[in-house]
């Protein structure tokens, strides 16, 4: 099955510089991968994502690249607010986006 | 619309009792997910449905837990009987076919 790998685990950044979160995935059938937001007590909930048949896109200060030669993928955020601060997770999963993988969590904290 | 609708919120029990988590999904949507996530484990698949049929229970730990779908409107997890182990926060999402998983807020059940 597929397997998903998110670095870094914790990552603290000033406000108003930029956040990089990377994963890697192994199944070479995955061609859909979202990115979630969980803020503390909700659930997850999407931010942006990306099919294999493109390579970045962005929307506002949010972006996200991929790579599926090297399966991997990232998320840039730019100009980060104290409101980004959260929990990011990246997954991989079918066209369907059925049965998702999810990475195991970065932890975002905006330092005022 | 409500969002996915998740109860209780909260539920904590003693080891050996059975516990039922219950789901209402977004009007309209095809696709129903439940999710467990735990530090150790991250976010975890443990079933999903599509027209309110099961189309995979892979990730279903063991023959403790099961789940039902009775109509397009709502599905039930339960535990039983439940083990200290199972201490997590257990989501519900729903989606349409190849769209956004929308997230419900989770049930924190805790066996004590």
């Known amino acids: 099955g597929e397997n998903v790998e998110q670095h870094p685990s914790t990552l603290s950044v000033q406000e108003g510089d930029s956040a990089v979160i990377k994963c890697t995935y192994s199944?070479?059938?995955?061609?859909?991968f979202p990115w979630y937001k969980q803020e503390l007590g909700k659930g997850p909930q999407l931010i942006i994502d990306?099919?294999?048949?493109?390579g970045e896109k962005k929307d506002q200060r949010i972006a996200v690249t991929l790579n599926k030669t090297a399966k991997h993928f990232s998320l840039h955020i730019t100009e980060t607010q104290p409101e980004d601060s959260a929990v990011y997770f990246c997954?991989?999963?079918?066209?369907?986006?059925?049965?998702?993988?999810f990475g195991t969590g970065t932890r975002l904290t905006i330092i005022p | 619309d409500a969002g996915v609708i998740q109860s209780p919120r909260h539920e904590v029990t003693e080891m050996g009792q059975e516990v039922t988590l219950r789901c209402k999904p977004i009007?309209?949507?095809?696709?129903l997910f439940w999710y467990r996530q735990t530090m150790m484990r991250g976010l975890e698949l443990l079933i999903y449905?599509?027209?309110?049929?099961?189309?995979?229970d892979s990730g279903m730990p063991e023959d403790r837990f099961s789940a039902k779908m009775p109509n397009a409107s709502f599905s039930t997890l339960k535990i039983q009987p439940s083990e200290p182990r199972d201490s997590a926060v257990y989501f519900c999402?729903?989606?349409?076919?190849?769209?956004?998983?929308?997230f419900g807020p989770g049930t924190r059940l805790t066996v004590l």
């Open positions: 009007s309209g949507h095809d696709y």
């Open positions: 999402a729903s989606s349409l076919t190849s769209g956004e998983q929308f």
């Open positions: 997954a991989a999963g079918p066209f369907g986006n059925e049965k998702l993988t």
């Open positions: 990306i099919r294999s048949n493109v």
């Open positions: 449905f599509n027209n309110n049929v099961p189309i995979d």
């Open positions: 199944d070479s059938a995955s061609n859909y």
